[in-house]
C-alpha cells in the first residue's frame, strides 16, 4: 500500500480507501463485509469511509463492529453527515448547528467510537447559513470528537469561502470527497483549482464509473445477476442514476479493456491508477463485495501510467466524458445524462 498527506494536513491516508457506502447493510450479509475489511487491512488499507445516510445508519454499525479490537491509533475513520433526510424530522438532513452536533454523537455511537478521524459534509446545504455550519465543525473537533473536517461534492466557490471560515476558528478545512474518474470530470474545471488554492486535498469516490470501468456491464447485454446493478434496487439506482449503463459508455469502456491489457493491468487497476495520477487527489474510496474485488483494486497504488498511455485513454472515452463544472451543484440533472 501506499499513503498520502490529505491537502496541506497531516493526515495520512492510505491511498485505496475502502468504502462502504450501498454494501455493508444493504447488498452484503456482515459476514461478507467483515471478510472485505479484513482483507482490507491485510493490504495494508488503513483508513475507512461511511456516512450516517449509508443504509440508515447500519453501515457505520457493521463497520465499528468489525473494526472493533484492532488499534485504533493505527486507522483513520471518516464519515459524514447531511442529506439523510427523515420523515417527521425537519431537522434531519441539514448542516445546521443541532443537527451537527446531535449527528456525531449518534454516528460516535454507531462506530463505538470516541472520535472519527475526518468529519465530512454530505453534499452543501444552502438552507443553513455556511457560517454556522462550518462553526459547528470547528466545534466539533475542539471537542475532541473529531480530528479533522471536510466536505463532499462542494463546489468550489464553497470550498473557497469555508477553508477561509475554518481556518480563521483555527480549525483548517483539509478534505473535498468527490466523484472524479475517467468518465466524470466536472470538478477539474474549477474544484481542483479551489482546492489546490486553499490547501484541501481530494478523496475521490466512484473512480470505477459504480462499476462500469470494470468491462463487466456490456452493451446489448443483460446486467450480470451478481454485479452491484443487478443485486439489488440500491445498486441499480446508484449506477443508473449516472447514466453509466448507457451504450455509448459502455461502447467506450469497451475500447478500454486492449489498452489495460496491453499495459498488463485490469480494467479496475487502469482506472483507478488514472485518477490516482491526478495532482490533488489524495487517495480514491473502493468498495467491494468480495475480498479479491478489493486485493484487486488496491494493486492500483503501484501503476504509473505513462503519458502516452493516458492520452490514448483519453481519446478512448472522449465522446463520454462528462465534465461540465455545473454538475458540481446539481450532480443529478439533465446534463448528466448522455
Not at 122 to 150: M, N
Not at 178 to 184: E, G, K, P, T
Not at 276 to 295: E, F, K, Y
Request: proline share 4%.
Amino acid at each position: 500500500m501506499k499513503y498520502a498527506r490529505v491537502g496541506e494536513s497531516g493526515l495520512v491516508v492510505s491511498r485505496i480507501i475502502y468504502g462502504n457506502a450501498i454494501t455493508h447493510g444493504d447488498q452484503i450479509d456482515e459476514t461478507a463485509a467483515r471478510e472485505c475489511i479484513r482483507a482490507a487491512l491485510d493490504s495494508g488499507i488503513t483508513t475507512f469511509d461511511t456516512a450516517d445516510l449509508y443504509a440508515e445508519g447500519r453501515a457505520e454499525e457493521i463497520l465499528g463492529r468489525a473494526l472493533a479490537g484492532e488499534r485504533r491509533e493505527e486507522l483513520v475513520i471518516c464519515t459524514k453527515v447531511g442529506r439523510w433526510a427523515r420523515p417527521g424530522d425537519p431537522n434531519a438532513g441539514l448542516l445546521s448547528r443541532k443537527h451537527v452536533t446531535e449527528s456525531i454523537d449518534a454516528s460516535l455511537r454507531r462506530l463505538g467510537l470516541d472520535h472519527v478521524d475526518l468529519y465530512q459534509a454530505h453534499r452543501h446545504d444552502p438552507r443553513t447559513p455556511l457560517e454556522e455550519t462550518v462553526a459547528a465543525f470547528a466545534d466539533v473537533v475542539k471537542s475532541g470528537k473529531a480530528h479533522y473536517i471536510g466536505v463532499s461534492e462542494w463546489p468550489g466557490d464553497r470550498i473557497r469561502a469555508a477553508a477561509r471560515m475554518a481556518r480563521d476558528l483555527g480549525v483548517p478545512l483539509v478534505a473535498n470527497q468527490s466523484q472524479y474518474s475517467v468518465l466524470w470530470r466536472v470538478i477539474e474545471a474549477d474544484v481542483l483549482p479551489a482546492s489546490r488554492e486553499s490547501g484541501v486535498g481530494q478523496i475521490a469516490w466512484m473512480p470505477l464509473a459504480g462499476g462500469a470501468l470494470t468491462g463487466k456491464y456490456r452493451a446489448g447485454e443483460a446486467v450480470p445477476a451478481d454485479s452491484r446493478a443487478g443485486a439489488g434496487a440500491s445498486g441499480a439506482k446508484s449506477i443508473g442514476r449516472w447514466d453509466y449503463l448507457n451504450e455509448k459508455v459502455l461502447a467506450a469502456v469497451a475500447d478500454l479493456a486492449p489498452l489495460a491489457t496491453e499495459a498488463g493491468l485490469t480494467l479496475p487497476q487502469l482506472a483507478i491508477a488514472w485518477v490516482l495520477r491526478t495532482a490533488g487527489v489524495s487517495a480514491a474510496v473502493v468498495g467491494a463485495s468480495r475480498p479479491a474485488q478489493l486485493l484487486e483494486n488496491a494493486g492500483a497504488v503501484d501503476v504509473l501510467l505513462d503519458e502516452a498511455l493516458v492520452r490514448r485513454v483519453d481519446a478512448a472515452v472522449a465522446a463520454v466524458v462528462r465534465a461540465d463544472a455545473s454538475l458540481t451543484l446539481d450532480p443529478l440533472g439533465p446534463a448528466a445524462r448522455l
